[in-house]
């Protein structure tokens, strides 16, 4: 069974402090890691698609890195309207989702 | 391009009540997902949807959950009879097909409060 777990379950930061969330997964057969953000009252927007170890995708203050068992979210300086909660889900060939429960960042001016 | 659209918004009933939620997938979107997210968690999947044909529906209580996807491109899910447990925010999701890594986009949701 697909599992995925993200920590920490809440993070808070500083404006301009710089930190990383971290997503590990086991799953038979990896399609795609997924990262999102979601607002409060939003449903998840898509931020990236990793495919295979070793790839690193870059948005604005965010980068996303993959490994064979865990991903980070490294979020660089970041500002008050980063606050959100992150999810990360994976793939499997059946292209279902496995999320995980999601890190709650606030980001305090 | 317009998201993908869900109404209601939001929807307040009592324990055994039917309530049913509807969802209009991005245009050209052929594969149509429908997930549960429970406060605090991440979202669940419960029934996926390959133009009119369910793909995957093992994680849908079929006692009292129901969904269907007529013509291939709206879709309806229904809860018959409602349970508390069963307050929670209800997610659509569209990707152009179902080839995995295709990527999931969200609708707002419908949030289900079960009084």
């Known amino acids: 069974e697909d599992q995925v777990t993200q920590s920490p379950e809440a993070l808070r930061l500083q404006e301009g402090e710089s930190s990383s969330l971290n997503c590990s997964y086991t799953?038979?057969?990896?399609?795609?890691l997924f990262w999102y953000r979601q607002d409060p009252g939003k449903g998840p927007e898509f931020l990236f698609t990793?495919?295979?170890a070793g790839e690193e995708k870059e948005k604005e203050r965010l980068k996303a890195t993959l490994t064979k068992k865990e991903s980070f979210l490294h979020i660089t300086a970041p500002k008050p309207e980063d606050s959100a909660t992150y999810l990360c889900?994976?793939?499997?060939?059946?292209?279902?989702?496995?999320f995980g429960g999601g890190t709650r960042l606030m980001v305090k001016p | 391009e317009a998201g993908v659209a869900q109404s209601p918004r939001y929807k307040i009933i009592e324990k055994r009540q039917s309530v049913a939620f509807w969802c209009n997938p991005i245009?050209?979107?052929?594969?149509l997902y429908w997930y549960q997210q429970i406060l605090g968690q991440g979202p669940k999947l419960l029934i996926q949807?390959?133009?009119?044909?369910?793909?995957?529906d093992s994680q849908l209580p079929k006692d009292r959950f129901s969904a269907e996807r007529l013509k291939g491109v709206d879709s309806t899910l229904k809860i018959q009879p409602a349970k508390l447990e069963d307050s929670a925010v209800y997610l659509c999701?569209?990707?152009?097909?179902?080839?995995?890594?295709?990527?999931?986009?969200f609708g707002p949701g419908t949030r289900l409060l079960v009084l």
């Open positions: 949807f390959q133009n009119n044909g369910v793909v995957d």
């Open positions: 889900a994976v793939n499997n060939a059946g292209n279902m989702l496995t």
């Open positions: 245009s050209g979107h052929a594969t």
């Open positions: 990793l495919y295979s």
């Open positions: 799953v038979s057969g990896l399609r795609g």
């Open positions: 999701a569209s990707s152009l097909d179902a080839g995995s890594g295709e990527t999931q986009y």
